[in-house]
């Protein structure tokens, strides 16, 4: 019975986040505080898809840079493989909104970069590159520049990068954010595709219901400030999603309620 309980990756311990208001900021003085994140506690398995899914402002990225020891909790703690987190790690890679290629480095070189850091001979580095691109379907593009790329096949070689270092955790914030709906959804497959195939541990911030309830194994599901943690839905739908199934369109309405409680409509409304 032992066997088939996941294992706690990540371990988020009564973690609370202030952010100091700059004087005078809103009216309210020195030393005043912005209370980002509050006790938010959560436990991420091994080789799980979790989502954090709320509103903009809610606290998301906080919890992410906290994950990723980009910057420390006001108070609580988290735990990573049973270690506390304080600074971040060359096996927990981060992949932001912002498409962070090198722009200098062709797509191969860009792939090759953390294999190079690591060391890694550049036959071997190479051949484990162009694997990678074609994992992303981006062969035949290895000798182009970031510049050239669309949006698209960027983040794609921003994820091809990432596995370069055979991560044990890919934190990704709102990473196809920027993209249009289509190259998106192409995007959230692909994904998927890979996720099947590499079984990472996978923190994914969105703030979009149906690319959660097309990704996710969990939805953790944030209040808005101080952010917390309102409710963890889990979705048990297989892979690949039909997004316009019965059960996805369920799910969307269960998260939606989710996101919406606590939603007060203007005063004028009732008026
Ligand atoms: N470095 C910082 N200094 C001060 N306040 C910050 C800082 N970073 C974030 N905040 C504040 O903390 C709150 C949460 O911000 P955060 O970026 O975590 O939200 P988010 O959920 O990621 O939003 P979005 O979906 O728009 O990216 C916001 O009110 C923001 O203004
Ligand atoms: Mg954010």
Request: aromatic letters at 8%.
């Amino acid at each position: 019975m032992q066997e088939n309980k996941p294992r706690v990756k990540i371990k988020v311990c009564a973690v609370g986040k202030k952010w100091p208001l700059a004087a005078g900021e809103q009216g309210l003085g020195e030393n005043k505080s912005l209370a980002a994140l509050e006790a938010v506690d959560l436990e991420i398995y091994e080789g799980e898809f979790l989502c954090l899914l709320g509103p903009s402002g809610c606290g998301k990225t906080t919890l992410l840079n906290i994950l990723a020891g980009f910057e420390r909790p006001s108070s609580g703690h988290v735990l990573i493989d049973g270690e506390a987190v304080q600074k971040p790690h060359p096996k927990r890679i981060t992949i932001f909104q912002e498409y962070a290629l090198l722009p200098w480095r062709s797509v191969l070189g860009n792939v090759e970069f953390g294999l190079e850091m690591a060391r890694v001979p550049k036959k071997e580095r190479q051949g484990k590159a162009r694997e990678l691109l074609e994992l992303v379907e981006l062969t035949g593009a290895e000798g182009m520049m970031p510049r050239e790329l669309s949006g698209g096949m960027r983040q794609r070689v921003a994820v091809a990068r990432s596995l370069a270092v055979d991560p044990d955790i890919l934190f990704m914030d709102e990473p196809f954010g920027a993209l249009d709906a289509l190259t998106r959804i192409r995007m959230e497959e692909e994904l998927v595709r890979i996720w099947l195939q590499k079984k990472k541990t996978i923190v994914f911030v969105t703030h979009d219901i149906d690319e959660a309830v097309y990704l996710a194994d969990r939805i953790a599901v944030f209040s808005v400030l101080p952010g917390r943690i309102r409710e963890i839905i889990p979705v048990a739908a297989g892979r690949p999603r039909d997004r316009t199934g019965y059960d996805f369109v369920r799910l969307r309405e269960k998260v939606f309620a989710s996101l919406s409680l606590g939603y007060k409509e203007p005063v004028e409304y009732y008026l």
